[in-house]
């Protein structure tokens, strides 16, 4: 089955590490996202890609990084300079062009600790 | 500028009473409408979308939605509410006067049905 799937499912940081969340998605899809969400909170951007080798920021990109090497697959890193990184991290992937909406992972709770 | 707006932080509905969740967009072009649900710790789960033609779209769970161009809003509606329907209620746009866009998601709804 075609689908997105986010590892691990629950994730803890110490203070100063940096740590990488995975994203990978067999639907052949050209654009992939990652949006982050606090409790109570709605869906705010991170970074995107619509293209191998491309990314944008997002609204919220300062302390992530991410990278886009393969179509099927975008990491996102945060990094030690990410001062408030606990949340649930949620990464989507679409057909970049016409009325299509986003396949979304099952995400992944980040705690630091 | 495209932007979408949910007024309602929580509704809060009888099982059996039939449900509203509000939305309403802006955009500069034609609109793409979506809504999609949250269950807790899970991923966003697509319930249905507008692209064009029948104002009235329906969706998966029983969910239907009214597209009104007038009013600019995509309210989520069902005629009975179950208790399985609790969850978080995310309206979403995309502007089709750019190729390039993304889609906007609102601030979610949180839909508590009560026994």
């Known amino acids: 089955d075609g689908g997105i799937t986010q590892s691990p499912k629950y994730l803890f940081r110490k203070e100063g590490q940096n740590v990488t969340l995975s994203c990978e998605q067999n639907?052949?899809?050209?654009?992939m996202y990652w949006y982050r969400q606090d409790p109570g909170q709605g869906l705010r951007l991170i970074y995107y890609?619509?293209?191998?080798?491309?990314?944008q920021k997002g609204d919220i990109a300062e302390g992530y990084s991410v990278s886009r090497e393969k179509k099927e697959s975008f990491p996102l890193t945060v990094t030690s300079a990410q001062k408030n990184p606990t949340a649930f991290y949620l990464c989507a992937s679409s057909i970049e062009a016409g009325n299509y909406g986003y396949t979304f992972g099952s995400g992944t709770r980040l705690t630091v600790v | 500028a495209q932007s979408v707006a949910q007024p309602e932080d929580q509704v809060n509905v009888a099982e059996g009473n039939p449900l509203t969740v509000k939305c309403t967009y802006s955009v500069s072009g034609n609109p793409y409408l979506f809504w999609y649900v949250q269950y807790p710790n899970r991923g966003l789960q697509f319930l249905l979308k507008y692209i064009t033609g029948d104002n009235l779209v329906k969706g998966s769970y029983g969910f239907e939605a009214e597209f009104n161009k007038s009013q600019t809003s995509f309210h989520l509606k069902k005629p009975s509410a179950l208790v399985s329907d609790s969850a978080l209620y995310f309206c979403a746009v995309r502007d089709t006067y750019s190729s390039a866009s993304k889609i906007i998601f609102g601030s979610g709804t949180r839909l508590s049905i009560r026994p």
């Open positions: 639907l052949n899809h050209d654009a």
């Open positions: 890609s619509q293209i191998v080798n491309d990314f």
